[in-house]
């Protein structure tokens, strides 16, 4: 149905415009908001906004299956020398990931921001989060290194704006870290490219591939490689570079936590492959740079470290930051394997993890909305006064495990596969430890929410709304629903994985 | 000689470690946000340094000139530096809040203040 609508002669000045329209309607929406002025207007701009978006993320991701990748010139400056906008089925998937994550959690924000931000700084708030949505998917479409940085500062500067929103003082001194960590993994990226573009003389990701290989004194090469994954690594929050998240994700307002667990750290993790694997090349970085266990080592740890910190926390936001924290870890072990297998279940495990961390966190936000703490001993008792909003925990939880029928165990179980491959059974080992550590931070919070009693004295909570209920229902279904029915992310993931591999499509 | 042929590199880089040591030495909020500033400048200097071509002009096109400086890093820096504008513009608006809601801008007196009931 929706091959035949990209298809009518009707729509097709649209349909060749939609990698400019999928960055310029959330950029030109925000000052919009800000002109509007009213709170409630101020949402459903944003609304819109992000279900446009939406919207031509999946018209994208179909144009891309269908035809191949497109290559859009921005302004009618061909590439090299303009900036082209470059739409392949990774990024075409990540668009679909981050828009429907933006729309989803924008749907779930009015009662929630009401309540965790004063009136007069929501219209702001909206702005900001449009913004920042604008930065995101501007990072994943444009094929230009440079403009990658621009985007990049654009979604991190709001995103800095939006965590100092949150009601805990803490919320500052966590946005500010991130600030200063933040702005150094951002300038050491501009090094990168900065190195790139002085031996090459060329900033577009493609033909950098292409030039690359041609430089005779590789050297100031591998420092462009090194300044770039650095970079990345610490906007990605890959251990030991992710002492800013624990914080940050805790502190901010709810919809915040969820919005960025969902997005931020992925699109930074998918630059790394893009990086590594389009830019630099398999052979290049796995063969000559050996890069290969200074990825996989830090990944490791970081899968059974931070989750047992998690196993400690006492603030469950705290402990779903450092569940993500692992997460990333899985994802990066997955890219570094760098096989078919491996690739597959990092693309996988991108998607299945942002439906994982926004169910999570929008739970999490419903009930600090009711109990207005996310402190583990403020949960107690309430999975029977709060059934849907436990039962839509409790079923993300089970795929954040890799529990069978959910999407966690089909990236888990692929990834397993890949380390087989490899004969790492060390790694094989280490996968499955992080995932029963994930049995034990989950369990904390189902036994507090189902086995223990109410505090004395705390009178009964009612059930969260239905604005907010609805939006944590679709994405915790989505996580079953994507383990049950696993053919189209896992195609898109396979073939993403083969073309990233330069195996053909 | 050789050493010291990209002497402009040698320069970004020092000031690059300047900038990063601040950052990382000095637990005062205000002078964090300058050491960053300097880090980023450091970059600026990279960028602006590697366009200029010895004996090269201005890049206008004029009869008898043949060797032009390259703009385009020129362009590209000067789109980082207002992103660093903003950056320390934001900065230092969380630093006024953090004085608001804690009194100080010194790390380890925050981190203390925050520790009773967390």
């Not at chain 1, 668009?95 to 959690?105: D, Q, T």
């Not at chain 1, 029977?384 to 966690?408: D, E, H, K, N, R």
């Not at chain 2, 008898?64 to 230092?92: C, D, E, K, R």
């Amino acid at each position: 149905m929706i091959a035949e609508w990209l298809a009518m002669p009707a729509l097709a000045p649209v349909v060749t415009q939609l990698p400019a329209l999928q960055v310029v309607i959330p950029l030109l929406a925000a000052p919009l908001i800000i002109v509007v002025g009213h709170a409630r207007l101020a949402w459903a701009l944003a609304l819109l906004a992000a279900l446009a978006a939406f919207a031509c993320a999946i018209g994208l991701l179909f144009l891309v299956l269908a035809n191949g990748p497109i290559s859009y010139a921005l302004g009618g400056w061909a590439p090299p020398w303009g900036i082209e906008y470059r739409v392949d089925l990774i990024n075409a998937f990540m668009l679909l990931i981050v828009a429907g994550s933006g729309a989803i959690i924008l749907v779930y924000a009015p009662r929630s921001v009401d309540s965790e931000i004063a009136r007069p700084r929501q219209t702001m708030f909206y702005a900001l989060f449009t913004l920042c949505l604008t930065g995101l998917l501007g990072i994943l479409i444009t094929g230009d290194a440079f403009n990658v940085f621009v985007f990049l500062e654009i979604s991190s500067l709001s995103m800095y704006a939006l965590i100092a929103l949150g009601r805990d003082r803490r919320a500052l001194t966590a946005a500010f870290r991130y600030l200063v960590m933040g702005t150094i993994g951002a300038t050491f990226y501009l090094i990168g490219v900065g190195l790139m573009y002085i031996m090459t003389g060329t900033l577009n990701l493609a033909d950098l591939a292409e030039r690359l290989p041609m430089v005779t004194d590789p050297r100031p090469v591998y420092a462009a490689f090194g300044f770039l994954i650095v970079g990345l690594a610490l906007k990605a929050a890959l251990f030991p570079l992710h002492l800013w998240l624990p914080n940050a994700y805790a502190y901010a307002p709810s919809v915040v936590s969820a919005f960025v667990a969902a997005t931020a750290t992925k699109v930074s993790v998918y630059l790394i492959m893009r990086v590594i694997f389009t830019v630099f090349g398999r052979e290049e970085v796995f063969g000559d740079l050996a890069i290969g266990y200074g990825l996989l080592l830090p990944a490791a740890v970081a899968i059974v470290l931070a989750s047992l910190s998690a196993i400690f926390e006492q603030n469950v936001k705290r402990l779903l930051a450092y569940s993500s924290v692992a997460q990333i870890g899985y994802i990066v072990t997955g890219l570094t394997l760098a096989t078919t297998t491996g690739l597959t279940a990092a693309i996988l495990h991108l998607f299945n993890h942002a439906l994982m961390k926004g169910a999570l966190f929008c739970a999490l936000g419903a009930i600090v909305y009711r109990v207005g703490s996310a402190r583990l001993t403020s949960l107690a008792g309430l999975g029977w006064q709060m059934p849907y909003t436990s039962a839509a925990f409790v079923l993300t939880g089970l795929s954040l495990i890799g529990v069978p029928l959910t999407g966690g165990f089909v990236s888990k179980w692929y990834l397993v596969q890949a380390a087989i491959e490899y004969q790492m059974w060390w790694l094989v080992a280490t996968i499955l430890i992080g995932s029963l550590l994930s049995v034990v931070y989950v369990w904390r919070v189902v036994e507090v929410l189902y086995l223990q009693e109410p505090p004395a004295g705390r009178p009964p909570v009612q059930e969260a709304p239905l604005s907010l209920l609805l939006p944590t229902a679709v994405l915790a279904l989505a996580n079953v629903y994507f383990g049950v029915e696993t053919s189209m992310p896992l195609t898109v993931a396979s073939r993403g994985a083969l073309s990233l591999l330069g195996l053909g499509e | 000689m050789l050493l010291l042929s990209h002497y402009n590199y040698w320069i970004a880089f020092i000031l690059l470690l300047v900038g990063l040591y601040i950052v990382v030495s000095r637990g005062n909020l205000v002078k964090k946000l300058v050491g960053l500033n300097v880090f980023q400048a450091a970059v600026f200097l990279f960028y602006i340094s590697m366009g200029k071509i010895i004996g090269g002009t201005a890049p206008i096109a004029e009869p008898g000139f043949t060797v032009y400086s390259n703009p385009l890093p020129h362009v590209l820096i000067l789109t980082a530096i207002v992103v660093g504008v903003a950056t320390t513009a934001l900065g230092l608006a969380i630093v006024v809040r953090i004085n608001e809601a804690y009194g100080t801008i010194e790390e380890d007196e925050l981190d203390e203040r925050d520790e009773p009931g967390s």
